[in-house]
């Protein structure tokens, strides 16, 4: 699928009815970040009402989950590679991820990406199976959230004493990076690494290799370190001067801050706690957009009563036929999205405007060509050094393997035909 990139967090996918999240899935491609599925799992330790029970629950999120939503790299392992010079974090609202294995057959390159186990477990919440070990990580993280105090952070009051405590989240945000633009000194530089969790040793080959580089500005020499450093700064400074008094459930701060980590990698960001709606378009750059869940349910509801109206005939043929672009009419916010981000042309591209009237069918021998030229590529292609392909741009193929239901809600996602040529294809 393709369509702007874009991060959700658990409270607009709750948000959305299993059919509204349809469109989700569609319309979007979602970079589904790591902490997302340690907060859905910590839903099992949660008490719930209603006669459902914690694995309902979870399940429930499961089934609402993007099947072929990219899995963002963890931002820990992002800054550690950043740090020891394994290469710049590309921040331009693109998904980071990993486990891609270069191929190449007959001359040409390509990467090929695997399932990620986070979603290879989401599968399993959707059928009711969790591990034994996931049990005990979301008892450890519900237990890790009731242990967090905001007097914890209250030593940063002593910045105040200095420079006055700021009086909203605009002027915290001005102070924090003018903090961020002072660091250019190794004590300091240690300090920040220290804490954003990196450990002692990691840290004196860090600043040996910075060192060894000139001494650049930190914020000039690892910017996705500076960036993911100046968020937590934000939340320290922000507790200690009361800030976040507003928003409930302030052990969970951190927890909603940490989603910000990952604003670099989408273009939309869609939530609907109160301290994202305040928060994240502080971070967000000029170019990308903050959606409330509210927003985005009202929108996808409107889509969902948009396409109930097609004839059984024309639904029959599945979502990713039917509506593989969203309507030319502008008062849909999701066709609003897609013209700010996507090629002016999206509209007049022939596949995507869908006559319905039985002319779009895919050529059988076209279809058979295509699947051939992928089983061929995925089973004959012979693993090479990554650095032949430095990064995915430079692929002349890249293929993404996905567990995919058939059917999300009411809505069919395929056509009987191609059910059936890939059966055919790929037994």
């Given at each position: 699928?393709?369509?702007?990139?874009?991060?959700?967090?658990?409270?607009?996918?709750?948000?959305?009815?299993?059919?509204e999240?349809?469109?989700l899935?569609?319309?979007f491609?979602?970079?589904i970040?790591?902490?997302?599925?340690v907060?859905?799992?910590?839903?099992?330790?949660?008490?719930?009402?209603?006669?459902?029970?914690?694995?309902?629950?979870?399940?429930?999120?499961?089934?609402?989950?993007?099947?072929?939503?990219?899995?963002?790299?963890h931002?820990?392992?992002?800054?550690?590679?950043?740090?020891?010079?394994?290469?710049?974090?590309?921040?331009?609202?693109?998904?980071?991820?990993?486990?891609?294995?270069?191929?190449?057959?007959?001359?040409?390159?390509?990467v090929?990406?695997?399932?990620?186990?986070?979603?290879?477990?989401?599968?399993?919440?959707?059928?009711?199976?969790?591990?034994?070990?996931?049990r005990?990580?979301?008892?450890?993280?519900?237990?890790?959230?009731?242990?967090?105090?905001?007097?914890?952070?209250?030593?940063?009051q002593?910045?105040?004493?200095?420079?006055?405590?700021?009086?909203?989240?605009?002027?915290?945000?001005?102070?924090?990076?003018?903090?961020?633009?002072?660091?250019?000194e190794?004590?300091?530089?240690?300090?920040?690494?220290?804490?954003?969790?990196?450990?002692?040793?990691?840290?004196?080959?860090?600043?040996?290799?910075?060192?060894?580089d000139?001494?650049k500005?930190?914020?000039?020499?690892?910017?996705?370190?500076?960036?993911?450093?100046?968020?937590?700064?934000?939340?320290?400074?922000g507790?200690?001067?009361?800030?976040?008094?507003?928003?409930?459930?302030p052990?969970?701060?951190?927890?909603?801050?940490?989603?910000l980590?990952?604003?670099?990698?989408?273009?939309?960001?869609t939530s609907?706690?109160?301290?994202?709606?305040?928060?994240?378009?502080?971070?967000?750059?000029?170019?990308?957009t903050?959606?409330?869940?509210?927003?985005?349910?009202?929108?996808?509801?409107?889509?969902?009563?948009?396409?109930e109206?097609l004839?059984?005939?024309?639904?029959?043929?599945?979502?990713?036929?039917?509506?593989?672009?969203?309507?030319?009419?502008?008062?849909?916010?999701?066709?609003?999205?897609?013209?700010?981000?996507?090629?002016?042309?999206?509209?007049?591209?022939?596949?995507?405007v869908?006559?319905f009237?039985?002319?779009?069918?895919?050529?059988?021998?076209?279809?058979?060509?295509?699947?051939?030229?992928?089983?061929?590529?995925?089973?004959?292609?012979?693993?090479?050094?990554?650095?032949?392909?430095?990064?995915?741009d430079?692929?002349e193929?890249?293929?993404?393997?996905?567990?995919?239901?058939?059917?999300?809600?009411?809505?069919?996602?395929?056509?009987?035909?191609?059910?059936?040529?890939?059966?055919?294809?790929?037994?």
């Amino acid at each position: 699928m393709t369509g702007p990139s874009l991060i959700f967090d658990k409270s607009a996918l709750q948000g959305l009815s299993a059919d509204e999240s349809m469109w989700l899935e569609n319309f979007f491609i979602t970079n589904i970040t790591p902490l997302f599925f340690v907060e859905t799992l910590a839903d099992l330790e949660k008490e719930v009402r209603g006669g459902r029970t914690p694995e309902d629950v979870v399940g429930n999120i499961a089934h609402k989950t993007p099947d072929m939503g990219c899995v963002n790299v963890h931002h820990k392992s992002l800054i550690i590679g950043e740090l020891m010079g394994h290469g710049k974090v590309e921040m331009s609202g693109r998904p980071i991820i990993s486990g891609g294995k270069t191929v190449v057959l007959e001359g040409k390159t390509g990467v090929i990406f695997q399932e990620s186990p986070e979603v290879e477990a989401s599968h399993r919440w959707e059928k009711g199976q969790f591990l034994d070990i996931e049990r005990n990580e979301a008892k450890k993280w519900r237990q890790e959230l009731a242990e967090m105090k905001e007097e914890d952070y209250m030593d940063f009051q002593k910045i105040f004493d200095v420079t006055g405590t700021p009086k909203n989240l605009q002027e915290l945000k001005e102070r924090v990076d003018m903090f961020v633009d002072m660091i250019t000194e190794k004590e300091g530089f240690s300090v920040c690494m220290s804490r954003v969790g990196i450990i002692p040793k990691a840290r004196e080959l860090v600043i040996k290799k910075w060192e060894e580089d000139g001494n650049k500005p930190i914020k000039e020499y690892a910017p996705y370190f500076s960036y993911v450093f100046s968020v937590d700064l934000f939340f320290y400074m922000g507790t200690a001067a009361n800030l976040f008094k507003e928003f409930r459930h302030p052990q969970t701060h951190k927890v909603d801050i940490a989603y910000l980590y990952y604003l670099p990698f989408c273009s939309i960001f869609t939530s609907s706690d109160k301290i994202h709606i305040a928060l994240a378009p502080i971070f967000m750059r000029p170019n990308q957009t903050f959606i409330s869940g509210a927003d985005l349910k009202e929108d996808f509801a409107k889509l969902d009563a948009y396409y109930e109206k097609l004839p059984d005939t024309v639904k029959e043929k599945g979502s990713f036929i039917f509506a593989s672009c969203p309507p030319d009419d502008t008062s849909f916010l999701t066709t609003q999205l897609w013209d700010k981000y996507m090629a002016k042309t999206w509209r007049s591209i022939k596949d995507h405007v869908r006559k319905f009237d039985g002319t779009d069918k895919i050529d059988p021998e076209t279809e058979k060509a295509l699947f051939e030229k992928i089983k061929k590529f995925t089973k004959e292609a012979k693993p090479v050094d990554s650095s032949q392909v430095s990064n995915s741009d430079e692929a002349e193929s890249i293929i993404l393997n996905h567990k995919v239901s058939t059917r999300k809600g009411k809505w069919k996602k395929f056509p009987p035909e191609v059910l059936n040529s890939d059966k055919r294809i790929f037994d």
